[in-house]
């Protein structure tokens, strides 16, 4: 599938110093944030070239126009992908032409109509799974008394009391931990702040982990050698990424026996958990750091729970047949 006059995006390479792509990942505050929208720029130039070992660096993004960026959103509907998936490159799309505007390469006009795009409208329930507590008491089970054990326990212990992104849980620093208000500030989406608030239990581990750990600044989590030592940067603890939490929860809910769940999950749970309990959804939309109400609301399992209590009340008839 070819894009209409499509200009060639490998003909004319771009200095890196003005390259919009270069640009925009630098404006980025968040390594988890630059990491995604750099996946869903080098996706878009792969779908434009047809070239599977492309990437956006150095592509001359500044000659698209508003025919092709129609037609760009065409293609990533027809992937079959999430609405959201899909307008997230929509967002990468945007931004990298509106870097190219700044940088002198297009004109106003031109960028004006080629990023004058309408989001994907989609509803869909969130997906994901529920974690019952009997298998958040089987992971930490699987903790052991060693360093990582110690750490995995209080890292489990966190997702579940505070339902934190895994990108922010690895950005926490020990300067982000309030014992006395059992408060952890957290950096979110944007670089938003916020304070989350772990329950009694999960203050324990975390002191726990926090013995073995020692009070350097640095990272609130890091990654532990097989001696049992803590990664080091610049001489303070290294954080975990993204990554490195979705392997520890697999692992130890891997040992535990249960089925696999991601950090995700555990924010759905949060979330579930909070609105069973009678929290308004203000106060559960703060919590976990999301910028509109309607985004908490989808995580609400009540209408669900009525529903099928409602389809409970009706009989299926007993079979007899007719006189």
Known sequence: MSLPAVPDLAALPVEPARDPYHVYLDSLTSPESRRTMRGC??????????DE???????????????HTVRIRTMLTDQGWSAAYVNKHLVALRRVLKEAWRLGQTSAEDFARASDLAPVRQTRLPTGHHVPPEVVGAALSACDDSAAGVRDAALIAVLY?????????GG??????????????????????????????AIGLVERWLAIRGAAPGAMFSPISKAGRL??????????????IAD?????????????RTAHDFRRTFIGELLDAGVDLATAQALVGHSSPATTARYDRRPERTRREAVDRLRLPAARPLA
């Open 231 to 244: 990664r080091l940067r610049d001489g303070r603890p290294a954080g975990l990424t993204g990554q490195g």
């Open 172 to 201: 926490l620093a020990l300067a982000d931990y309030d014992p006395g208000a059992r408060s952890l500030r957290v950096r979110g989406k944007r670089d938003k702040e916020r304070l989350v608030y772990l329950t009694t239990d």
């Open 53 to 67: 070992g492309v990437t956006g660096a150095g592509q001359p993004w500044h000659l698209l126009r508003y025919e």
């Open 41 to 50: 720029l080098d996706r878009l130039a792969r779908l434009l070239t047809g």
């Open 161 to 169: 009391s505070t339902g934190c992104r895994r990108a922010e849980i």
């Open 248 to 260: 520890i929860l697999a692992r130890r809910l891997g040992e535990a026996g249960a089925s696999r």
